[in-house]
């Protein structure tokens, strides 16, 4: 939304050093105010990245080009057309990249400041302090949708039609990214956060998936029983759920810390809190031979298959793939054929 440039360059006061930047400085433009019509595009990437590395802003040039290239309708600044670069801003447009690079300063994550980001081939939009999908979480949805037990009529009674449950939706990135890949594919996606259920409606709908997700505000460590219940059997369950040690934590980058929503980050003191009770509920839920798909820490692969099986009979831990980068990520689990219950509240 654009703001009144004079206030807004008020509330910028702060900001002194950009104003007399190499940029600015040939296009004649007396500091600190910015008429309209009187800086490229380019030069306004140029004021902000400058000003990103001088205050710490992580990736100050990456930050920049996304900002302007969505103010001018592009995914990336590479796609737009050169000649876009060197045109003047318009004043409304100059208005928008001041604002929109002053919440990149405070460290707000790119993927809210421009409230959308692209996971495969969707386009969700984004917004504090729903997780960001991150690309770990792409190799996932690619590792399931390669999976031959995943293709319709696999496994043992199959049916034509799969449901695939989603513990910590988030954006939805995950179920609708399967969604759409595979139109016999049903899902259900459930989240502890309000924001998160919002979210992934608002990001179904918009892609015209909603027909074929359902969506609860559910969180599996206080009522899995409730889980069980409104979403059994399914032929999969995926989930990237928070795995990070408690001690990481306070590691995290700002952009982190600050904005996206902690419950979605700690595991707990091992990073297997929500891990082991999505693992204890899954038997319950599972068709015989359905699988779990997990994005874990590369340390958890081994805690993960130890307890296991020491815990869960019913389920068989099939395999451990890495990522791109040839960490650990990622665990796949099967259930037995089994008719046995299991107690949803062991840890």
């Not at 040939?26 to 009187?38: E, F, H, I, T």
């Not at 003047?88 to 300063?105: I, N, Y």
């Not at 016999?184 to 998160?196: E, G, H, M, T």
Request: charged residues 25%; contains cysteine.
């Amino acid at each position: 939304m654009a703001v009144n440039l004079w206030s807004f360059r008020d509330s910028l006061k702060c900001f002194q050093g950009i104003w007399g930047c190499h940029g600015v400085r040939r296009c004649s433009v007396p500091a600190p105010a910015l008429p309209a019509g009187r800086i490229t595009a380019r030069q306004a990437v140029d004021v902000w990245k400058r000003h990103f590395e001088e205050t710490g802003v992580t990736e100050p040039d990456s930050s920049s080009h996304y900002i302007i290239a969505h103010l001018l309708g592009a995914k990336t600044i590479e796609s737009l057309e050169q000649g876009k670069l060197t045109e003047f801003l318009s004043r409304e447009k100059t208005e928008q990249m001041w604002q929109l690079c002053t919440r990149r300063l405070s460290r707000m994550p790119v993927q809210y400041v421009i409230e959308e980001w692209d996971f495969r081939d969707l386009t969700l939009k984004m917004r504090p302090p729903v997780f960001i999908p991150r690309p770990e979480t792409e190799e996932l949805v690619e590792l399931m949708l390669t999976d031959p037990e995943m293709k319709p009529g696999a496994g043992v009674g199959a049916d034509a039609q799969r449901t695939c449950l989603e513990v910590g939706c988030g954006s939805g990135a995950i179920s609708l990214s399967l969604l759409n890949s595979m139109p016999q594919l049903k899902a259900i996606a459930v989240d502890q956060s309000q924001d998160a259920v919002d979210l992934t409606r608002e990001n179904a709908l918009r892609l015209g998936l909603q027909d074929r997700l359902q969506v609860y505000h559910i969180d599996v460590l206080k009522d899995a029983e409730t889980v069980a219940s409104l979403c059994s059997p399914v032929s999969a369950l995926v989930s990237n759920p928070p795995y990070l040690f408690s001690e990481d934590m306070s590691s995290l980058e700002p952009e982190i810390l600050r904005f996206e929503d902690h419950a979605a980050l700690d595991g707990g003191k091992d990073g297997l809190k929500v891990i082991k009770k999505i693992l204890t509920v899954a038997p319950q839920i599972l068709t015989n031979h359905g699988r779990v798909y997990l994005e874990v820490d590369p340390r958890h692969p081994p805690l993960i298959r130890r307890w296991v099986e020491a815990n869960v009979e019913e389920m068989h831990y099939v395999e451990t793939r890495h990522d791109i980068t040839g960490r650990p990520r990622f665990c796949v689990l099967q259930k037995k054929m089994s008719n046995k219950g299991h107690k949803l509240d062991q840890d």
